[in-house]
């Protein structure tokens, strides 16, 4: 972002990649969020389950199992903010070797297929969902696909990420990588 809050130029700056740029820049915007409040209420969750052990020598029946909750639901949203970084472990002995053209050829290559395994991700995690829809967690009357809707929104939240990075490039973010926005 430049400083009066507008896209740095560069190849998402206009156009429809400008679009979907946005488009996921409020996504971003609302898992942060979201993330945020998970680790919150998972922290929180925590203490008051020690609290309650130690202290009142009781226990809170759902406070594994909601955290384990919480937990999945953070690390799930997270992975999309990890593939706009550029932060996730790979190997690129290759890609040095090649010039700079074949980089970039061979970077949209790999979020194509990447784009490819999150649309399978998907649809398995939403037929396991719908598997689970009926079951219900040991400790709580909700159901057990609530953690199989955390992979369903990390595939297709990813499969964004991934679609803009095969369509405009390794440095389709710019500089803008690592700016949030607060919604």
């Known amino acids: 972002m430049t400083q009066s809050g507008h896209p740095s130029p560069g190849p998402a700056s206009a156009g429809p990649l400008a679009l979907l740029r946005k488009a996921i820049d409020l996504i971003d915007a609302l898992s942060r969020w979201t993330i945020v409040v998970a680790m919150g209420a998972m922290t929180l969750l925590i203490a008051a389950q020690v609290f309650q052990r130690y202290v009142l020598s009781s226990s809170i029946d759902a406070a594994d199992e909601l955290s ?87 595939a297709a939240h990813s499969a964004l990420h991934l679609l803009l990075l095969a369509l405009g490039g390794p440095r389709v973010w710019g500089e803008d990588a690592w700016k949030e926005t607060l919604l």
Not at 95 to 107: C, H, I, V, Y
Not at 116 to 140: H, N
């Open 68 to 154: 384990r909750l919480f937990f999945v639901w953070s690390i799930f949203l997270a992975i999309p903010h990890g593939i706009r970084r550029g932060v996730h472990v790979g190997i690129d002995i290759v890609l040095r070797l090649l010039p700079g053209r074949g980089q970039d050829l061979l970077q949209r290559g790999s979020a194509l297929a990447g784009l490819v395994l999150m649309a399978v991700v998907f649809v398995t995690a939403l037929g396991a969902a719908e598997d689970k829809w009926g079951e219900l967690m040991p400790t709580l009357p909700v159901t057990a696909a609530l953690y199989y809707i955390p992979v369903c929104l990390c």
